[in-house]
């Protein structure tokens, strides 16, 4: 499987624009630029791409851990936030809130940990990850 992705920019760093449109048109032509990466403007940026893919990556993999184990959730929902420190990405931080019912708790922590170990995103990152997770919530 391959997915791609197309980046274009105009202009300076600083003073420039850009967009973004992803394979599947989710994203077409979606603004991004100085503004919306390092301030509050208007428009998407690569971290905030990323915050998203590592959220919808390990929900996906403690999905299919819970699954395995035989069980389904009600509700598994993730928020991603990626720390940008220096030019680098420092953290990559999940906070998970889950309703899976007839799970003990040591059991579904021992998932979540495979979970953030093993997700695709979470092995292409090298950076510090965290997960905090709240059950039955």
Not at 6 to 24: E, P
Not at 71 to 79: D, N, S, V
Not at 98 to 123: H, M, T, W, Y
């Amino acid at each position: 499987m391959k997915r791609t992705a197309t980046a274009v920019w105009s202009g300076t760093g600083k003073d420039g624009n850009g967009n973004l449109t992803t394979q599947s048109g989710v994203l077409k032509a979606t603004q991004y630029s100085f503004g919306s990466r390092f301030e509050e403007g208007i428009g998407t940026n690569p971290e905030e791409l990323i915050a998203a893919a590592h959220a919808g990556c390990f929900t996906m993999k403690l999905a299919f851990n819970l699954q395995t184990e035989g069980f389904a959730a009600t509700e598994l929902k993730t928020i991603g936030q990626i720390v940008l420190e220096d030019g680098r990405i420092t953290q990559s931080n999940l906070t998970l809130t889950a309703r899976v019912d007839g799970i003990s708790d040591a059991q579904f922590a021992d998932l979540v940990k495979d979970a953030e170990e093993n997700c695709p995103i979470s092995k292409l990152l090298n950076t510090t990850i965290s997960v905090t997770h709240t059950l039955n919530a």
